[in-house]
């Protein structure tokens, strides 16, 4: 299994421009989230999905868009890219059952600047 | 909701054993409270999770008390390798949200 996998690994983007950060895991997991991470600062989670169809934001979703229309692929798309939104974003997948959380499988992340 | 507090960093020496403790008000009856560390560059990655009392792995073991206000991640023995910075996360079963913690930098010396 490749577990989590993102692509790019770094991205340089002007003011304004748009992209999407791919995310693909092969774990059959139902959950998967996106999250940013500043420079020397702990998580922050962007969005989630807990299944194929369902999104719901976390706690800092302003400039950013997900869908899910596969359990594999989780994309993360900015609009109007803006300086705060340099970061290094990670993508994590996990199986939640039981009712409760599960562990989480994180990609290696992608190193975003916006200038 | 609960919020997580840790130290923001710890040092320590090799072979020695390092317990780093996390405070989680308000946590729900449901919640479980799980452990991550993180080398720089790479995503995080999980250590160990638990409910209550104590639980234990090959890496490490977790030590919540009864109030479950607070969790202790135990590293027994550490070597240069576990300088890290280690998260704690509160998984909320009742909203869906997830608290995270601001991290530990663990520095371990020779």
């Known amino acids: 299994n490749a577990g989590v996998t993102q692509t790019p690994k770094f991205r340089i983007l002007k003011i304004g421009q748009s992209m999407t950060l791919q995310c693909t895991q092969d774990?059959?997991?139902?959950?998967m989230y996106w999250y940013r991470q500043d420079p020397g600062m702990g998580l922050k989670l962007i969005y989630y999905?807990?299944?194929?169809?369902?999104?719901d934001k976390g706690e800092v979703p302003n400039g950013y868009n997900v869908s899910r229309s596969t359990t594999e692929d989780f994309p993360l798309r900015l609009e109007l890219a803006a300086p705060s939104q340099t970061s290094v974003y990670f993508c994590?997948?996990?199986?939640?059952?039981?009712?409760?959380?599960?562990?989480?499988?994180f990609g290696p992340g992608t190193r975003l600047t916006v200038l | 909701l609960a919020k997580t507090t840790q130290p923001i960093s710890m040092d320590s020496y090799e072979g020695q054993e390092v317990n780093i403790t996390c405070s989680h008000n308000?946590?729900?009856?449901?919640?479980?409270i799980t452990w991550y560390q993180q080398f720089p560059s790479q995503g995080p990655r999980f250590i160990i999770q638990?409910?209550?009392?104590?639980v234990t792995n090959e890496v490490a073991s977790l030590f919540i008390p009864a109030d479950r206000k607070s969790s202790t991640l135990s590293l027994p023995r550490v070597s240069l390798s576990d300088t890290a910075v280690y998260y704690c996360?509160?998984?909320?079963?009742?909203?869906?949200?997830?608290?995270w913690g601001a991290g530990t930098k663990l520095i371990i010396k020779p």
């Open positions: 638990g409910y209550k009392t104590k």
């Open positions: 996360l509160v998984g909320e079963s009742s909203n869906y949200q997830l608290i």
């Open positions: 774990m059959n997991h139902n959950y």
């Open positions: 999905s807990v299944g194929a169809g369902i999104t």
């Open positions: 994590a997948s996990s199986l939640r059952d039981r009712g409760h959380y599960n562990e989480q499988f």
């Open positions: 308000n946590i729900a009856t449901n919640d479980y």
